[in-house]
């Protein structure tokens, strides 16, 4: 980091690590420095070698940063690993002491949750479903965020699906320097024009902007946590102050690394969504029963808007072995909204026809 070094990060030296310490192999060395049984449990034994589970990880997710430098050419002081997005989220308004939160809703919920737990007051700053919960235009913008410490959104926004130019933000926080903007790029590499769509590469420029990424939505591995928050290293070095050690675990490290041979996966996951969205988006617009909303990532927003409650479609779906995410619960989204995901060819053409023939059921019993 720039103005600590990695030693003092945490400001007290741990025990372990004695090849980083003195240089030497560590098969070379009895480590009595750490407190941990000699022995190791009845685990198949490749389990705890591949991962060098017998051993701390690094303490500060060296493995994670290493594949944010060699994937998106991030330097290392600009990236903090975290335990998934979900642990940035919560450290930011804490580390950052954010007094009053200004949040674009409806969004992901946690975002609230981590900001009332740090003592934030919040306020939402409403993506208005007439206008297809798109950004609000710049004055509404600066108002709000004139008014505020910190400003989350998501791009894309879960559970909207609806896609925001990074131009806008940069706009607002070069206008606004004092204050925060903390994006979260959870689902940025779903989007047609990535990198171009991130700001993950503008930080260093803007030292008020963090964005939040997650390696659990796009590589599938929701169980394993990994990701980080990108910011600026001074910003980055505020946030070190805050955060507990060893967050990010030894898998998560090893792992990691191993995404950086995951480039064909990359693109074949990358034209699956976009040609399944677009088959999708076509099919959907044959079922007057449903509006579709955002797809910008790799999920869809719609509403049911055939008069009859939402429950009667969740109901038809699971009874088809079909489970979409009910949005009743979101501020915003009551009025009969759902989410459901993109998914393979002959799952997405299954849930296609289903939506198409309950459609016509129900069309049909209305006329
Ligand atoms: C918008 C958004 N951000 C962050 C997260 C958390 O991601 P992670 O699994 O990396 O903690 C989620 C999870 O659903 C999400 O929807």
Redesign the pocket.
Known sequence: MSTMTRDNLYHHEHGGEPERRFGLRREDVLDFSVNISPISPPLPEETIDSCELHRYPSIDGGGVAGFYRDRFGLARECVLPVS????G?YLIPRALGIRRAVILTPS?FDYERACRIAGSRVTCLWLEEKKRFELPCMEILAGRIGESDAIFA?NPN?PTGTRFPKEVFLALASRFPDKWFVM?E??IQYTDDFPLSSLMQDVRAMKNVLV?H????FYAL?GL???AVIAHPDTVGTLLKHKEPWTVNAVAERVAGELLNCGEYEKEVRTLIATERAKIFRQLKSVPEITVRGYGANFFLAQWNAGSDLDELLEYLIGRGIHVRDCRNFPGLEDNYFRFSIRKPEENDYLLEQLLSFGKRVGAALE
Do not use: H, M, Q, W
């Open positions: 998934g997005a979900i642990e989220i992901f998501a879960n979260d959870a689902f939040v997650s390696l659990t939505k929701p946590r990994l990701g």
